[in-house]
């Protein structure tokens, strides 16, 4: 190995997150409603096998070759059975790593095209539904903490570590949010990427 190589290498690259087994990309996408703006939002196919029947913004798996923007119309394309060239992005928004080792791309859009049109694919989508921005400046999350922490195993070598089986490993602590719309809740990574979303741009308080 020369030394060469490890610089060209090194100053070519693009960091990446460590031990990150999958990459997701999400639309967070705006529709104008009867003049107002809203955030449109999915509830999943009950017959689907992740998370059947919950809310959900557009989006899915990164597959090779796409990045972010190019997955994200992508999946909304397939989901909401429209046109990308109905899809007006604006740019990539901030991105979330989760405990689970993967990270969500979210991307903001503008969706070109009237609510009343758009038939989502019902095998992967069970309705859609959008959540006027005059809604958030009124109704913040409500916020849960969840804890995480290091799960003991007999196999792990402790022989090896300062303090052996005493060693203290960290916890981590993470913010659920909630959102309650007309019964309609809004939770987990996609209310975490709506506040996000929304304090950055300037409407949650």
Not at 22 to 36: A, D, M
Not at 100 to 110: D, E, L, Q, T
Not at 143 to 150: C, K
Request: aromatic share 12%; charged share 30%.
């Amino acid at each position: 190995m020369k030394l060469e190589k490890i610089r060209n290498t090194i100053e070519n690259s693009i960091p990446e997150p460590i031990d990150i087994f999958r990459k997701y990309s999400v639309l967070i996408p705006i529709i104008e409603v009867e003049g107002e703006l809203h955030l449109l939002y999915e509830i999943r196919s009950k017959k689907l096998k992740t998370q059947p029947g919950e809310i959900c913004f557009p989006g899915g798996g990164i597959e090779k070759g796409e990045d972010p923007i190019s997955a994200a119309l992508r999946e909304t394309s397939e989901e909401l059975l429209i046109s990308k060239s109905e899809i007006e992005v604006y740019g990539e928004g901030d991105y979330l790593v989760n405990p689970y080792n993967r990270v969500i791309y979210s991307v903001v859009a503008k969706i070109n095209k009237d609510l009343s049109e758009i038939n989502p694919n019902r095998s992967e989508v069970d309705q859609v539904f959008t959540v006027p921005l005059s809604f958030f400046l009124k109704d913040p999350p409500k916020s849960y903490e969840v804890e995480f922490q290091a799960k003991r195993n007999k196999l792990f070598p402790y022989e090896l570590i300062p303090n052996g089986k005493n060693y203290k490993f960290g916890k981590n602590r993470d913010r659920v949010l909630f959102y309650n719309y007309k019964g309609l809740i809004i939770w987990g990574f996609t209310a975490k990427m709506t506040y996000n979303f929304l304090k950055k741009v300037g409407v949650q308080l």
